[in-house]
């Protein structure tokens, strides 16, 4: 009898890969495809960028391109590419309990052990947690368990939440309602009722004559001057990511949080804290709440969480509030994946490696100043008007004067085209408009640091260029 091992089986995936061109591949995804956040007439013009594969920090096209992922996917990789032991946690849960659900009184050891795992990192007055597969999803989430709150403590009619102009908490209906972009709010009819929205913290776009600490406070304060108009007994909550995202990566003065704290002190309003960018390790910290010192109510979080390897989020809830939903009969609301078991075990393994491997210390001490310093140094270049960051995230404003902080007159194109050269000279930078980010995998080394900014400048200079045509 042979023992000899049997060739792998190729997946259907694979044979299309060996058996089509890029242009093949291209026409075909266009035909059937409609991609997010995208003209989809104009992309079938262009052709879609197609990565085959990835490793630590870089991802492969189908032409054999290496690209160094600036955004580590969607502000999500953070233990980087390509770690078997994710691969190996979903397979081994796959064969012991592919999907089951957390409906009907019941539960799995995935779940048990994240929920455990989650209350142990998180801010010491947290021990629950709703389990969603999305920051969107963490969202809605927000909305229905905030009402649900106060609806239970025999307060209902406290039921706007206000958020920030700008500010990005998902694509769903309440997500983008609770989110702060207006060419969002154009398709769909949005904000749904009871969203308002307070000016951000944007001291280089805002700011004008204003200090940025003379801004922070102002910013800050129209959070008191929307309470006192709305009536403190109709504000729910208040919502914000601890740096705003994909907004363009807007690090708030340091007067701001602060002053938010004060005044959220002041009122009997619940502070949500959208941790879903910033968690995990983003800003050298834990979580965006630790580095700024706060301490929320609800608290959504997703993309690092399993690194992105597996869709899965949740809403970490306080105590006080947890006692209170807890005591208001069935809260109608959850997801079919909710605490998905595969997705619990991958991202069960995410945390144990970045605890084990001591990656957000790291990133703290290490690499997060060295990203830090070196994006400094591309301030003196003549297009950017101001760099900024924390940790793992930064971003950098292209401008046509540096003294004025004046935007060019089509504004998005300088943006789009910086971006259109990142991709053709091997990097991912995102473009918010002509607000250049990053936001790279933790575990990305200085050499790599080097790497990045070096090919950002290059792109700055043929930005430059360009404009100057």
Not at 10 to 19: G, L, N, P, R, Y
Not at 109 to 117: G, R
Not at 359 to 385: D, M, S
Not at 400 to 416: L, P, S, V
Request: net charge negative; proline share 5%; aromatic share 8%.
């Amino acid at each position: 009898m042979s023992h000899a091992i049997a060739e792998p089986v190729k997946s259907a995936v694979t044979i299309q890969k060996a058996e089509q061109t890029t242009t093949q591949r291209q026409e075909k995804n266009h035909k059937h495809h409609l991609h997010p956040f995208a003209d989809n007439g104009a992309l079938k013009e262009e052709g879609a960028r197609i990565i085959e594969k990835a490793d630590g920090v870089y991802l492969y096209d189908s032409d054999q391109n290496k690209i160094l992922d600036g955004m580590a996917g969607l502000w999500c990789v953070n233990v980087g590419y390509g770690r078997h032991e994710l691969v190996e946690a979903a397979c081994n849960q796959m064969k012991e309990l592919p999907y089951y659900n957390t409906f009907f009184k019941t539960t799995h050891n995935p779940a048990i052990q994240l929920a455990e795992k989650l209350a142990e990192i998180t801010p010491e007055h947290m021990h629950h947690v709703f389990f969603t597969g999305s920051g969107s999803e963490c969202n809605d989430t927000v909305l229905r368990m905030v009402r649900h709150y106060w609806a239970t403590k025999g307060q209902p009619e406290k039921q706007v939440i206000i958020s920030r102009e700008n500010a990005y908490h998902g694509s769903t209906v309440a997500g983008a309602s609770l989110g702060g972009m207006k060419p969002m709010h154009k398709q769909g009819g949005l904000p749904i009722p009871g969203i308002v929205h307070i000016q951000q913290p944007y001291w280089y776009g805002e700011g004008g004559d204003l200090t940025p600490e003379e801004f922070g406070l102002k910013a800050a304060q129209a959070l008191e001057e929307k309470i006192l108009e709305l009536g403190e007994d109709k504000v729910a909550a208040f919502i914000a990511e601890p740096i705003q995202g994909a907004g363009g990566v807007i690090v708030p003065p340091t007067t701001y949080w602060p002053e938010i704290k004060r005044i959220l002190n002041k009122y009997d309003i619940l502070l949500v804290v959208d941790e879903v960018i910033c968690g995990f390790g983003r800003t050298g910290e834990w979580f965006g709440s630790d580095y700024y010192d706060l301490r929320p109510d609800l608290m959504p979080m997703a993309k690092g969480m399993s690194s992105g390897y597996l869709p899965i989020g949740g809403v970490m809830v306080s105590d006080r509030v947890a006692e209170i939903v807890q005591s208001g009969g069935d809260f109608n609301h959850g997801f079919t994946y909710s605490g998905h078991p595969t997705a619990a075990a991958v991202a069960l393994e995410n945390i144990r490696i970045l605890q084990d491997e001591k990656i957000i210390e790291k990133a703290k001490a290490e690499t997060g100043p060295y990203l830090q310093k070196r994006w400094a140094e591309l301030a003196e270049h003549p297009l950017v008007g101001e760099t900024r960051g924390v940790g793992m995230v930064a971003a950098l404003e292209l401008t046509n004067n540096k003294e004025a902080r004046t935007r060019f007159d089509d504004e998005g194109t300088a943006g789009t085209v910086c971006r259109d050269f990142c991709f053709k000279n091997g990097l991912v930078m995102r473009a918010v408009g002509d607000t250049m980010i990053i936001s790279p995998p933790l575990i990305i080394s200085h050499t790599e640091i080097d790497e990045l900014v070096t090919k950002a400048r290059k792109c700055l200079d043929l930005t430059l260029e360009y404009l100057n045509s």
